[in-house]
């Protein structure tokens, strides 16, 4: 039986979570592989809001991983509106084959400008990853929090719409940080900076400019460390 | 004795702390009214990363109280370099007079888009103040953290340069919240709204109307309502 539904669902990369419902849970996370000491279903009311993604656009590094257990790292926004949680995955980037390949991604809330600059831009150093023992995906190692999310996608022309359904959840370090406008402007200006990649729009280096000066004047050296490398990445 | 340093302190608002840092401790604070509990003068050692201050400049709201025990607050940027933590306070305002009054403010670290709204423009409501038993600046009842300063100015032609030494702290709430580019845009849209209240420069208008597309955008509905508030303030 397990093995039937094993074969199932490695052929069905479109078997949806309704469908998978249907099964009893442990059965199911079995067939992920997820091996999550899962007590009872219980464990998966998970409240986003206490692990930091709340309503509107949650701004977060999705960790994935390839079927050839080689991780990624992509700032993505989360939404959570009208009691749903989704996200939109662009195609033609390593998340959405990940996505495709496991139907699991983890999302960091880290508040670290170089890691949002950097796996914005390029692959992320393995230094940056760490393995957990009960979750396949792993998570950033600077994370403040993660939640693991099983994903029901949707195929668009140029990008997939994810349904996020938590399967897990880690608050880990209880720190407090005051608003700082520098820090905020490192991630409007790497938004420039990847709208600039993709459609080579001259206006967006004023715009980082722009959010530069307030680095330059709010930020801490992490901050103006970030917009240094956001700055190399889009040298021609 | 105590009687002399209390007049001298009272009559004179320009003594310099390290004037008083040649006083036993205790002696001040029992000058000071502030009644704070330290069993010794480590206390003092407060490192202000666990509070949310950090290095660059923290958007804080500032509480004050006046002689008349009238509570004020108002959003201000707290600045950590070399070193240092100071901030700028500009004249005719309550905090300014306050300051002046009695050497002390409390920097609350707060996640509200309402509060910096409301505080920018007007007074809050003295429900959104809590008194502590053992300080005697109120606090902002919905702060995650807040910090008592001493304050040492030095007055500027149209501000104070005012040095800032921590005497108390305490992080209350430890919550999460991943980056939401519609809360900052409300921080960024704010400035902007004091600063037409200045200057009067309508450019500043295209600012807000900027900020206000990432709030709808990323926002939460508090961030929406505080946009509204932000309209509504500036309404001639």
């Known amino acids: 039986m397990l093995k039937i539904l094993k074969i199932r669902f490695l052929n ?26 899962i007590k009872e279903k219980g464990s998966l ?5 206490d692990f930091g993604i709340r309503e509107g656009i949650s701004e977060v590094i ?7 257990k080689i991780p990624n790292a992509a700032p993505i926004g989360i939404i959570r509106r009208n009691n749903k949680t989704f ?11 990940n996505i495709k390949a496991t ?55 140029k990008a997939m ?24 402007a490192v991630i409007e200006a790497t938004i420039y900076g990847t709208r600039y990649k993709v459609f080579k729009n001259k206006k967006c280096f004023d715009w980082i400019d722009y959010y530069n000066k307030i680095v330059i004047k709010c930020g801490n050296s992490k901050d103006k460390k970030a917009m240094e490398m956001l700055y190399d990445f889009l040298k021609v």
Do not use: M
Request: net charge positive.
């Open 103 to 157: 139907k699991l991604l983890v999302a960091n809330i880290v508040y670290d400008p170089i890691l949002f600059v950097q796996s914005a831009f390029t692959d992320l150093d393995s230094a940056e990853f760490k393995k957990l023992p009960d979750i396949k995906i792993p998570i950033l190692k600077n994370a403040n929090a993660w939640i693991l999310f099983f994903c029901e996608y949707k195929e668009k022309s």
């Open 45 to 49: 009311n998970i409240n986003l809001n």
């Open 12 to 37: 069905s990369p479109n078997v949806s979570l309704n469908e998978i419902k249907n099964y009893k849970l442990k059965t199911v996370l079995k067939l992920l592989d997820l091996q999550i000491s």
């Open 87 to 97: 996200c939109k995955v662009f195609k033609n980037s390593h998340t959405y084959d």
């Open 62 to 68: 999705v960790t994935t991983i390839s079927l050839q």
């Open 161 to 184: 719409i994810v349904d996020l359904n938590p399967l897990n959840a880690k608050f880990i370090t209880p720190s407090i940080r005051a608003v700082n406008r520098g820090f905020n």
